[in-house]
């Protein structure tokens, strides 16, 4: 894999089956897919997987896509080998599914993965990039993690905290209008808090006809209506990152 074209910044999924360019290791006890930029860099980007876990291939791209941008991307098994999701689960057992998988648990794991970036990477900037349940993972870490510097928090929100508006680091939050999980009701409310109690920088963007899922969304299954969209999202992504870190 390692001869491979690496992935142009706004597309996705070259193929159904996309395999990744880069290689997984054991951090402590974290099973982590890590791809490395074609020069050395100090940044570094915790790609935070939806619930359909680690190994997805959207989510692999995506960090592909960072590390083509010169980012030491990782992206770790947050559910410690427990079963992602599926499309074939029944939705009336997602709760219960959830409850041994929260995106607030997860502060022993990052952690082990702020150590292996400084100490095996040379990682002096560190960001984070989630996406639904990842996306919950990097507003929760953006409230509280001393050693973020930035987040990109797409389609997802800390829900259960009273205290989900004092970010501590610059983090810009990505949504779809059409999403189904994430109404845009609770976005206006993110964004009228953040407004009234946030004194870091913060940006919250809503991409027209939208749905949950767009910005990682496979090559395959991307009409070319929304194909601007998803483009416009991945560069506002990459933007962030490269003025925060």
Same mark, same amino acid.
């Given at each position: 894999?390692?001869?491979?074209? @690496?992935? !142009?910044?706004?597309?996705? %999924? ?14 402590? &006890? ?39 941008? %010169? ?6 098994? +947050? +559910?410690? %080998? ?15 599914? $959830?409850? #041994? ?14 150590? +292996? $970036?400084?100490?095996? !990477? ?28 930035? #987040? ?6 800390? @829900?259960?905290?009273?205290? @989900?508006?004092?970010?501590? !680091? ?19 409310? $993110? ?11 913060? &940006?919250?963007?809503?991409?027209? %006809? ?36």
């Amino acid at each position: 894999m390692a001869n491979e074209a @690496r992935p !142009c910044p706004c597309d996705i %999924g070259d193929r159904m089956e996309y395999g990744g360019l880069g290689q997984e290791i054991q951090a402590e &006890h974290i099973q982590t897919y890590v791809v490395k930029p074609d020069t050395a860099s100090d940044k570094a980007v915790i790609v935070i997987q939806d619930i359909y876990g680690w190994q997805l291939p959207n989510t692999r791209y995506m960090a592909d896509m960072l590390a083509a941008n %010169g980012y030491i991307a990782v992206c770790p098994d +947050f +559910f410690l %080998g427990k079963e992602p999701w599926t499309p074939s689960h029944d939705w009336s057992t997602f709760q219960e599914w $959830l409850e #041994g998988r929260k995106p607030t648990n997860i502060n022993k794991e990052v952690d082990v993965l702020v150590k +292996f $970036l400084k100490e095996k !990477c040379g990682a002096k900037h560190i960001g984070v990039v989630g996406f639904c349940w990842g996306g919950s993972a990097t507003h929760y870490l953006a409230l509280q993690c001393p050693d973020i510097k930035t #987040g990109v928090s797409v389609y997802g929100i800390v @829900r259960d905290r009273e205290d @989900r508006y004092d970010l501590k !680091c610059p983090t810009l939050f990505i949504f779809g209008e059409k999403d189904d999980i994430i109404p845009l009701d609770q976005v206006s409310i $993110l964004e009228a808090k953040l407004k009234e109690k946030c004194t870091v920088d913060y &940006h919250v963007k809503i991409f027209p %006809g939208q749905t949950h899922g767009f910005v990682h969304r496979k090559r395959e299954d991307i009409n070319p209506a929304d194909k601007p969209y998803i483009q416009e999202a991945r560069t506002d992504l990459l933007n962030w990152l490269k003025k925060y870190m």
